[in-house]
């Protein structure tokens, strides 16, 4: 079964689902459930709930890979195990560079110049030496939605000591 997820928007007209689908459709809350998520869901006519291994969906934290044997064709979850390298950005970016190393630097996908901080606080201050116009994006390693990105323009912006992916 795949669903529709319906909108949110207060105004929107929702039609609700036939009984015989809605007691069906159960969705699992953690810890970490956004309340956007909640709300989307419920509206959408899923029931939350917390236990048990009859849900269809859940937003939660990356499982581990004996857990995720244990998932059934029907459910769908946020994250894979294996995926934490893809999620995180600072990951991400070292796997790149991996990759250029391995397979050569033409078979790297084509991304801004990006630095880790505080390891990389030299490479950035060469590369910010040599650029006239300063404008870099600092986003912390491990956040989501937004949280934490800012666009700087000046070198006392950027923090260094904390661990930081800064991109032109």
């Known amino acids: 079964m795949s669903f529709l997820f319906l909108s949110l928007t207060l105004w ?9 689908i809605r007691r069906q459709l159960r969705w699992k809350v953690t810890s970490i459930t ?5 709300q989307t869901v419920l509206r959408s006519g899923f029931r ?4 048990g291994p009859y849900w ?3 937003w939660g934290k990356h499982i581990k890979c004996f857990t995720f044997a244990e998932i059934k064709s029907f459910q769908k979850v946020n994250h894979f195990p294996g995926s934490f390298h ?12 991996r990759l250029g190393r391995i397979r050569g630097e033409r078979s790297r996908p084509s991304l801004p ?15 910010w030496l040599n650029e006239e116009d300063h404008c870099w994006i600092i986003k912390p390693p491990a956040s989501a939605r937004g949280a934490g990105v800012h666009v700087v323009h000046r070198w006392d912006q950027i923090p260094k000591k904390q661990p930081l992916v800064v991109q032109r």
Request: charged content about 25%.
């Open 86 to 97: 893809l999620g995180r950005k600072d990951k991400l970016w070292q796997n790149v560079v």
């Open 34 to 38: 956004p309340l956007l998520i909640r």
């Open 56 to 58: 269809n969906g859940t």
């Open 12 to 20: 929107a007209a929702v039609l609700p689902l036939p009984a015989s």
């Open 113 to 127: 110049d990006t630095f880790l901080l505080p390891q990389e606080l030299p490479l950035l201050r060469d590369a």
């Open 48 to 51: 939350l709930t917390r236990d």
